[in-house]
């Protein structure tokens, strides 16, 4: 069973990313799921296979009253020998739980957009090629070592995916749940808001119909063969 964890701090965000987005994410994955949150504080971790966690607009390299909360959450799930996906946030409090705070940093150049993301084979990205995903953040995970093995970077990021001591724990700096018209709508949105950011927007991509590809992740993170 999949637990997603919404990180998401404002409740309208967070249940509009619940309807469309998680939706989405699950509908063909054929496994029983469920959406909660870290002020859940009687979740029962128990029956649990599978952790996502999803992004967040807090910031991973500021201390933020849900880490400890949230790293006996990624423990659990460790010491189980349980799968966990890591997205943008999610990515770099996971690393965080499993290498310390010099794991994540501000990084000196945000991405936000459409960018083209460099892969390396990994069980995670089956089935993916030539891979265009969202963008948006200002931190990055940083100072892993042998213990993680880094599969996907590019121009402005040297970390953005990464698979920890060949288990089914995975992070990803990138947005692979969003298509075009809701992905632009959101990031544009920001953009209007945060106006300096406007300099780091960038579309790399031709078509968007080569986002359909990016579920897959999903579907390998679920039914790996770990």
């Known amino acids: 069973m999949l637990l997603i964890l919404n990180l998401i701090v404002d409740k309208n965000i967070r249940d509009s990313f619940d309807k ?46 849900i880490d400890e909360q949230l790293y006996k959450v990624i423990d659990h799930f ?5 799968s966990i996906l890591g997205i943008c946030y999610g990515h770099q409090m996971l690393a965080k739980a499993l290498y310390g705070e010099s794991a994540c940093r501000r990084t000196k150049k945000p991405e936000f ?39 996907a970077k590019n121009d402005d990021c040297e970390i953005q995916a990464f698979q920890y001591k060949n288990l089914p724990i995975w992070g990803i700096q990138f947005h692979p749940e969003f298509l075009w018209e809701d992905g632009e709508k959101l990031m544009q949105n920001h953009l209007n808001d945060n106006l300096d950011d406007r300099v780091y927007y960038k579309n790399e991509m031709d078509s968007s119909e080569i986002l359909e590809q990016n579920f897959k992740i999903f579907e390998n993170f679920i039914h790996n063969d770990y």
């Open 78 to 82: 460790v010491q189980k020998g349980k």
């Open 20 to 65: 469309s987005n998680i939706a989405r994410i699950v509908s063909n994955l054929k496994i029983k799921y469920e959406i909660n949150y870290l002020e859940t504080s009687d979740l029962d971790l128990a029956g649990f296979t599978h952790l996502l966690l999803t992004g967040s607009e807090l910031s991973a390299s500021k201390k933020n009253n």
């Open 113 to 151: 957009g459409w960018k083209n993301i460099e892969i390396v084979p990994n069980p995670l990205f089956v089935g993916i090629r030539n891979p265009i995903f969202m963008e948006s953040h200002y931190d990055e995970v940083c100072n892993l070592d042998n213990d993680f093995q880094i599969i």
